[in-house]
């Protein structure tokens, strides 16, 4: 049965336009540096926030309208999937994303569980040969159920070491099976609540000796995906080991994994950690392992993991400038890890979710794109940073000074001179690319 026949097919008609059902600034076809804007983006549909969620929080039960709410167990999973793919037709998206408990309940053991994906897992290949959208990612669930409340590979627990174990294994066989350009691991209970009965070293060594695990079964089966981090600093743990992309940056060093792994990072996750979505990926950029995003928002008044669909034109703006200077995601792309909020409970409202969060990112590439060819931050940086380029600065750089020779220099100053920040005229000039471009100028 159709689950969005009410809805038409959302297609681009401009900023002009007052149709609620329509892209005012996500137009697919239209080229961006070269690429149209769906290559660039790579939009994905996360299944968990979509489909799955019933907008229930801790002081409230769920309030999700959804045509297919009266049905359940596998009947349910299997309405999802076609819920799913109408919807992904609507939006005309390229990519979606999944935990395996998403797409099939979990039995009363892991033999029915497989069970269940085996049966939900043909459906969704069968649908994918008459759809564009393909899978960016799937992951394993190995945070939800009582069996891990004191972690995964990284428990107390040996049995549920093993656990989550096999529930990566069969993800990983799902993944191929599915022809999944990338594989995510989010650590949603990889951390302590207290250090007071926490064996921090041998948690962190068999988290190492895990993701070694998840790489070596990767090879054996051919399953070439690109393996993603998500870092999250806290909640539900005190806190957790994929901090943010410096320390797991530093984990992936430490147990020898930098060559397998690169990060999806998340801007709500980037906020908790008390840095901005920028700066995440910017640090990832700079050492070459930004590989994909989840686009969302957190609310800048609340201290949690909102999940905001997101709509801020400076954060999308900023956030693809980087990207572009990665120069793309390559197999990642930007997943809506959000979802709509509590009171915004109809069926519809997760059309004009998606419809507000692809806009907002079209914005955020065509101000950007235009701001990197016209090197309006790459002029103020490299004037910033001149003083390296000759004299004493280019022997620091080049690994000739030493402190002899810097002491000699310091010695023969009589003044230092500094030149101004410019913040204020920076974000003006900003301000003008993100008015400018999107009145068509």
């Known amino acids: ?15 002009g336009s007052n149709n609620p059902y329509s892209f005012k600034f996500y137009n697919p076809e239209e080229k961006v540096g070269g690429r149209t804007m769906e290559e660039y983006l790579r939009i994905g549909i996360a299944y968990w926030h979509t489909f799955t969620a019933d907008l229930s929080e801790p002081f409230g039960v769920g309030t ?18 076609e819920a799913a793919f109408e919807f992904f037709e609507k939006l005309g998206v390229p990519y979606f994303c999944f ?15 497989n069970k269940n994906l085996d049966t939900i897992v043909p459906m969704i290949k069968d649908y994918m040969k008459d759809s564009k959208t393909k899978l960016l990612w799937n992951t394993a669930n190995n945070f939800t159920h009582p069996r891990f ?9 040996a049995d549920v070491f ?20 990338n594989y995510v691991f989010w650590g949603g209970r990889e951390g302590y609540e207290t250090l007071l009965n926490t064996d921090m070293k041998i948690e962190l060594d068999n ?90 928002q957190g609310h800048p008044l609340l201290g949690w993991d909102t999940d905001e669909f997101p709509t801020d034109l400076y954060a999308t703006t900023l956030a693809m400038y980087e990207i572009i200077k990665n120069g793309g995601l390559g ?82 100053l009589k003044e230092i001179s500094h030149q ?6 920076i974000k003006s000039t900003m301000n003008q690319y993100l008015l400018r471009v999107n009145a068509g100028e």
């Open 1 to 15: 049965m159709p689950y969005f026949d009410n809805i038409p097919i959302i297609s681009y008609e401009g900023a």
């Open 64 to 81: 999700a309208v959804r045509n297919w709410n009266h049905l359940d167990g596998m009947e349910l999973a299997k309405a999802r999937v």
């Open 99 to 113: 935990h395996d408990v998403d797409i099939a309940p979990e039995g009363d053991t892991l033999a029915e569980t």
């Open 149 to 157: 409340l004191h972690g995964a590979a990284s428990s107390n627990n």
């Open 162 to 181: 093993a656990y989550a174990a096999a529930k990566v294994k069969k993800q990983l066989e799902v993944g191929k099976e599915l022809g999944g350009e």
């Open 207 to 296: 988290l190492g000796r895990f993701f070694h695990m998840a790489v070596d079964y990767a090879k054996e089966i051919g399953f070439d995906a690109q393996f993603l981090i998500e870092p999250k600093p806290k909640e539900p743990t005190t806190h957790q080991y994929d901090f943010d992309v410096a320390s797991g940056l530093a984990f992936l060093e430490k147990y020898d994994l930098t060559n397998h792994f690169k990060f999806n990072i998340e801007a709500n996750h980037a906020t908790l950690a008390g840095h901005t979505f920028e700066h995440e990926l910017h640090y990832a950029r700079v050492h070459g392992v930004l590989g994909s995003v989840d686009a969302n």
């Open 331 to 412: 197999r990642g792309g930007l997943n809506f890890d959000a979802k709509v909020r509590r009171g915004s409970f109809e069926q519809e409202d997760l059309i004009h979710a998606h419809i507000a969060g692809m806009d907002s990112f079209a914005v955020g590439l065509k101000v950007a794109q235009q701001m990197y060819d016209d090197r309006v931050l790459e002029d103020i940086i490299s004037e910033r940073y001149s003083s390296y380029d000759s004299g004493i600065g280019k022997d620091i750089v080049d690994g000739k000074a030493d402190f002899h020779s810097l002491e000699d220099h310091a010695l023969s």
């Open 420 to 425: 101004s920040g410019r913040l204020e005229l």
